[in-house]
């Protein structure tokens, strides 16, 4: 039988090693490693060059032979459902006679009679996105599959172990040993192990045998290991090691899977397996963390095994999307998302300090109203971090608000979300004033609709002689006829431009064009005094809006966000196919029913609920983000 060796031995970029065995093993196989490209699109580059480092514990010899002139075949499952695999010669190809006036071949020297191949395909599932550290992880592991194979069938000939299926020892019978290796998220590994074994979980490694006993065949088909990027993500962060020494160590423990050792039968098989494991991790010096102390660090994770498959690391749906997006491609080019926060409910005659009325509407009385930002008409860390991964992946995020846009960047300043480099900035583009404004391309204005002057006369006497407090919007600036805290808690507390008193109608009007007029007052005076009248007041003129319960609007007739996206659409060529919504308000129903999937928060109105394709969380647990975890990807 064959004795597979290593030791110190310096790798070109070419997959393609030549393992000579020493004269004292005489008629032994000779071993060559050839790590073949991806198994379903090419990687990037080449691998750098690499050394294998010496190990005392297998103190054999291996020297470099040119690679070889066409890759080896790919073997396993995944060739039979992917329908990938490649056609290769037999071996009467391999034997094929030469001319009789050819020079007969050289002998071969003494001792080598023949050689083992050793075939490790390395590559990433279709799906996968070209994610740089993934690829470069394909180019190593190119390099590292082979090594690893080499130590562990070397590890069979004098293997003790009592736990260990033997029925894989003699590898000298072979010509060749065929293993792959691929790389895939949680979505395709579940999906794997649902279709093959009717099992519906998600692991980090698949181990898939496709060994046959006693089938007498040149060709040592060990099987098929598919790993998980995504949860080996969460785990090396878990033991503090880089995804590769993760990646690593669930490769080596899937060729022992493959080769006859089961940790799960038994402690003592688990021991052993172990021992093996760091054996090899060892010989490489490979960093990582074994089977039994991964298992310490990461308690919440289970392990399970059915029939020849290994499922470790089990997680939740909620869990398995908290962590990254990278590895999923997105379903939507473009997410339009409303922004407002809950606004308070206020009693403007309990107390006569600004500051201090201020801060009571903002924490104690409010209505669950609010999409992008929370109850405290803040932007959430997690709601952040889930719109610059959404960012990165080549979604474009895309502000539909009622707000005016300083209003926006202010309020994404606070997590680095606005400016050039942000989702929001006075050159990108963006749906705001309920759609009467929309900036296309390069922040261009590319629609404006203002309210109608006789309106806004009317509106700006009635808060006069009413005294209820009234702010008047022109673009990226406000207007208002007298100072009020509930004008001033529109800025300090909502971001919108600090409002300019004019105490003058005609000079308001003579210095401003108006899109749209706000009044500030308690839910029941809304409801049983201003809301009757003003829409009555201004029937075909312009048209009421009421997006919170405190808050009244007056816009010029037939205006919607959904109107102003429908405009952006247009003006970028975006098919609503492309095109993700989330919202909460009345004002974003025309939205959601646009885009292709439409998501209103829990917290919203019952009218929009009633249109959404799906409801997520509240705007206070983070419901952004979990719309995108969920659904965007």
């Known amino acids: ?235 090396a962060e878990e033991k503090g090691v880089t995804l590769l020494d993760e990646v690593r160590v669930l490769v080596v423990r899937g060729i022992l899977h493959l080769l006859g050792f089961h940790h799960e039968t038994s402690d003592e098989a688990a021991m052993e397996m172990e021992k093996e494991e760091q054996l090899i991790l060892k010989s490489l010096r490979w960093k990582g963390k074994g089977l039994a102390k991964g298992a310490q660090d990461s308690s919440k994770l289970q392990t399970d095994s059915l029939d020849g498959i290994m499922f470790t690391g089990q997680v939740t749906n909620s869990q398995k999307r908290a962590v990254t997006l990278r590895f999923y491609r997105p379903k939507f080019k473009y997410i339009f998302c409303d922004m407002d926060g809950k606004y308070p409910l206020r009693f403007p005659h309990l107390y006569s300090s600004k500051r201090v009325l201020i801060f009571i509407y903002s924490c104690f009385f409010s209505f669950e109203q609010g999409t992008l930002l929370n109850s405290k008409s803040q932007i959430t860390a997690r709601n952040a971090e889930a719109l610059r991964e959404a960012r990165s992946r080549g979604v474009n995020i895309i502000i539909a608000t009622g707000k005016a846009r300083p209003a926006v960047i202010d309020a994404l300043s606070v997590a680095d979300l606005s400016g050039k480099t942000g989702i929001v900035s006075e050159s990108s583009p963006g749906v705001f004033l309920q759609g009467l404004l929309v900036y296309g391309s390069e922040g261009r204005q590319i629609y404006k609709r203002n309210l109608d002057q006789e309106v806004c006369r009317e509106a700006l006497l009635y808060s006069l002689e009413n005294k209820i407090p009234l702010v008047a919007f022109s673009q990226d600036h406000c207007y208002s006829m007298f100072d009020h805290p509930l004008v001033d808690s529109l800025h300090y507390i909502y971001h919108e431009p600090k409002a300019k008193i004019v105490p003058s109608i005609d000079q308001l009007l003579g210095t401003a064009e108006i899109q749209k007029v706000l009044f500030l007052e308690t839910p029941e005076g809304i409801s049983s005094a201003l809301r009757p009248y003003w829409a009555k007041a201004i029937e075909g003129r312009a048209h009421v809006v009421q997006a919170q319960p405190d808050m009244l609007e007056l816009v010029p007739p037939a205006t919607s966000k959904g109107n102003g996206v429908k405009i952006l659409l247009n003006h970028l060529s975006i098919s609503p196919d492309e095109v993700m919504a989330i919202g909460d308000g009345e004002n974003d129903i025309e939205m959601l029913q646009l885009a292709s999937l439409g998501v209103a928060l829990a917290n919203g109105s019952e009218k929009t609920k009633a249109v959404a394709n799906v409801i997520g969380a509240t705007n206070d647990e983070d419901g952004v983000a979990q719309a995108i975890y969920e659904y965007a990807f």
């Open 1 to 235: 039988m064959a004795r597979i060796m290593s030791r110190a031995l310096p790798l070109a970029s070419r997959s393609s090693l030549y393992l000579p065995l020493p004269p004292r093993l005489p008629g032994a196989a000779l071993l060559r490693s050839a790590a073949a490209a991806s198994l379903l699109r090419p990687a990037a580059a080449a691998a750098p060059a690499a050394s294998l480092p010496s190990s005392s514990s297998r103190g054999l010899t291996a020297t470099p032979e040119p690679s070889l002139a066409a890759p080896p075949p790919f073997a396993g499952l995944l060739s039979g459902i992917r329908g990938f695999r490649r056609p290769r010669r037999g071996p009467a190809a391999a034997k094929r006679p030469q001319p009789q006036d050819a020079a007969p071949p050289p002998p071969p020297p003494s001792p080598k009679e023949s050689e083992i191949e050793l075939i490790a395909r390395v590559g990433v599932e279709e799906d996968l996105p070209d994610d740089a550290e993934v690829l470069n992880i394909v180019e190593i592991l190119k390099l590292n599959v082979p090594m690893a194979m080499k130590i562990a069938l070397d590890g069979l000939v004098d293997s003790n172990y009592s736990t260990r299926d033997t029925s894989i020892s003699d590898v000298g019978k072979y010509d060749k040993v065929e293993i792959s290796v691929l790389l895939c998220n949680d979505n395709f590994i579940q999906d794997l192990s649902k279709e093959w074994r009717g099992e519906d979980c998600t692991t980090d490694m698949l181990s898939i045998s496709q060994y046959i006993p006693d089938l007498d065949v040149p060709i040592l088909m060990l099987g098929d290991v598919v790993i998980s990027v995504e949860t080996a993500a969460r785990q």
